[in-house]
């Protein structure tokens, strides 16, 4: 067992690895994989959902064995920022800012007009339209 894992760590040395998206793009392909499984006997609809899973299961292998891991991490940071975007929509009450200075998000009451943010990091001062 241990020369499998001295293995495992040669090979996956200067290998991106594991991330969000990675397991996003797993879990999907899973589901699809389960979806396919369960309804193929009764609908011919659901036979289209082999190929996209395989597309995805080779994306997250592709992105998993890659060597490129800047390229890698600006891909989770995309993801990452998508799915705070959709999962913050429930927030009508507030807008997020970013400072200019630091880049700090600033969290302000939406309906108040033109309002001085001071930036709780860096202690800049700026103004914007809430």
Same mark, same amino acid.
């Given at each position: ?10 090979? +996956?040395?200067?290998?991106?690895? =594991? !991330?969000?998206?990675?397991? &996003? ?6 589901? @699809?994989?389960?979806?396919? +499984?369960?309804?193929?006997?009764? =609908? !011919?609809?659901?036979?289209? &959902? ?6 995805? @299961? ?73």
């Amino acid at each position: 067992m241990n020369r499998f894992r001295y293995w495992l760590q040669n090979v +996956m040395s200067g290998r991106y690895g =594991v !991330d969000n998206l990675n397991r &996003f793009l797993l879990y999907v392909s899973l589901i @699809l994989f389960l979806l396919e +499984m369960l309804f193929v006997r009764w =609908v !011919d609809f659901f036979i289209v &959902f082999y190929p996209i899973a395989l597309v995805l @299961l080779a994306i997250c292998y592709f992105r998993m064995f890659s060597r490129n891991m800047a390229k890698r991490n600006m891909e989770n940071q995309k993801f990452l920022e998508i799915r705070d975007n959709i999962l913050r929509r429930g927030d009508r009450t507030h807008r997020i800012f970013h400072c200019p200075n630091c880049g700090q998000k600033v969290r302000v009451p939406r309906g108040k007009g033109r309002i001085s943010i001071r930036c709780p990091k860096c202690g800049r001062e700026f103004i914007k339209r809430t």
